[in-house]
């Protein structure tokens, strides 16, 4: 304990420093990677070229931020990613920053430790997804909220409801911001008056971004909510043991994004905090109200139907920072030097995937993991083959693909020129952003 104690004292000592060399490996990894874009990355590059209020189903943060990079820097593999960098590093800084507010500077370097030593960080700052700018907007949020709650700070409401605003244009999930706010305000007495007049300044931010995500479905025939209400509504009747296989798989995909040893802790804070939720302090209340019970929800909901593994990763954030106080009192003093150990252990690995992959002829086979990275450049560049033995002229022409959505977006990005390449859907449905209006090649009538 003494030892990790002297650890944890210096690199408190060098916090300055910390993060920016975590963003330097970081931006060093993904701009040395040779892993292409995954469907979803080509996919919100493809709508930030078409930019708009929302979209068919996310709000538009994720695209808004790969147009402005790609707009300075160019439309480069590792340009699409380096917002993830940039959120990422930002997110680091206010998850500290929360934790020291909280339960002091040990606390906050033990947070930074948990949450470097998490593989699901190390995707989190690689692909350029919905996730990274969530994560780091729905920090800044419990910052604020933080400030304002319990440092009586009247101006930090309006930067807690900008930045919920924030991560509500990142994901529709962000709605849950002021929803657990309203609970927290509700179960504290001392700080119920707060919903008279504060929690209205929080709450127009947010209200604005409803209103402007309302008025483009009400336009295009509420094709987000129908999509969101998608992953809610069982396709197909489910047995108990197909419930218990989706609640197993969750667990599972819990178990590698965290690591082991980190997911069991924080699975024990949440129950620690249900069992003894009246007991808790103001602050340690609002922590569990916006993560653990939410995780807790998301478990349950995984037992009902299937359920993405990355839902709860937002709600690991004041998981992360309860632990780290929990810690400080005494509790998971044998567990944590090991947990940390093994999910560096796991952090490394991932990052090593890659090149241990190449430097073992391993990449390609069925043993790798990444081969949903490596198919849309080869695949363009013979696509392109094609295209310049029919001698038409390329920059002129534009490209229609029938299939998944990712098929025309990966050809977008990697074809020569970055055509305009639209999607024929054989339902007639609407299943995509590429069935909306101005996806449609109708005014290219002629060309080829």
Avoid at 133 to 149: N, Q, S, V
Avoid at 261 to 278: D, E, P, R, S
Avoid at 411 to 438: D, K, N
């Amino acid at each position: 304990m003494f030892y990790f104690d002297q650890l944890l004292h210096g690199i408190e000592r060098r916090s300055l420093w910390l993060i920016p060399a975590v963003a330097l490996l970081r931006l060093v990894f993904v701009a040395s990677s040779e892993l292409d874009l995954i469907g979803d990355e080509a996919y919100y590059w493809e709508w930030s070229r078409r930019p708009d209020w929302c979209y068919f189903s996310k709000p538009p943060m994720v695209a808004w931020l790969i147009g402005g990079f790609t707009w300075l820097l160019g439309d480069e593999t590792w340009v699409v990613r380096l917002p993830a960098v940039v959120l990422g590093a930002v997110s680091l800084w206010f998850l500290q920053a929360t934790a020291r507010g909280f339960f002091g500077p040990r606390a906050s370097v033990l947070c930074l430790l948990l949450i470097l030593a998490t593989p699901a960080q190390v995707l989190a700052n690689f692909l350029m997804t919905i996730d990274p700018p969530l994560y780091c907007f729905w920090i800044m949020t419990l910052y604020f909220l933080r400030r304002a709650l319990f440092a009586d700070d009247s101006r930090a409401w309006w930067w807690a409801g900008f930045s919920a605003a924030a991560a509500l244009l990142s994901k529709q999930a962000a709605l849950l911001l002021p929803l657990m706010l309203a609970v927290f305000l509700l179960l504290d007495a001392q700080r119920r008056h707060y919903l008279r007049r504060e929690f209205c300044w929080f709450l127009l931010p947010v209200v604005l971004v409803v209103v402007q995500i309302v008025v483009w479905n009400h336009a295009h025939d509420w094709v987000m909510f129908g999509h969101s209400k998608s992953h809610f509504t069982p396709h197909d009747a489910i047995d108990g043991w197909q419930r218990l296989k989706h609640g197993l798989e969750f667990i599972a995909y819990q178990l590698l994004l965290l690591s082991p040893l980190i997911w069991l802790m924080t699975l024990g804070v949440t129950l620690q905090g249900l069992v003894q939720f009246k007991t808790l302090s103001a602050e340690r209340r609002f922590l569990w109200l916006f993560g653990p019970v939410l995780i807790l929800a998301v478990i349950a909901l995984s037992l009902l139907q299937k359920v993405q593994g990355n839902w709860p990763m937002p709600f690991y954030l004041s998981a992360l920072i309860l632990l780290a106080g929990d810690w400080l009192d005494g509790h998971w003093s044998r567990l944590m030097k090991p947990a940390l150990a093994f999910g560096a252990m796991l952090v490394v690995i991932t990052y090593a995937l890659p090149l241990a992959l190449k430097l073992l002829h391993l990449q390609g086979t069925p043993l790798d993991p990444t081969k949903r990275f490596n198919q849309w450049r080869t695949m363009a560049a013979s696509i392109d083959a094609g295209r310049r033995k029919t001698g038409v002229d390329l920059a002129d022409s534009f490209v229609i693909a029938t299939g998944h959505r990712y098929l025309a977006s990966g050809l977008a990005f990697y074809l020569a020129g970055h055509p305009p390449v639209f999607r024929f859907e054989t339902s007639g449905m609407v299943q995509s952003q590429y069935e909306l209006g101005y996806f449609c090649p109708s005014p290219r009538k002629g060309k080829n």
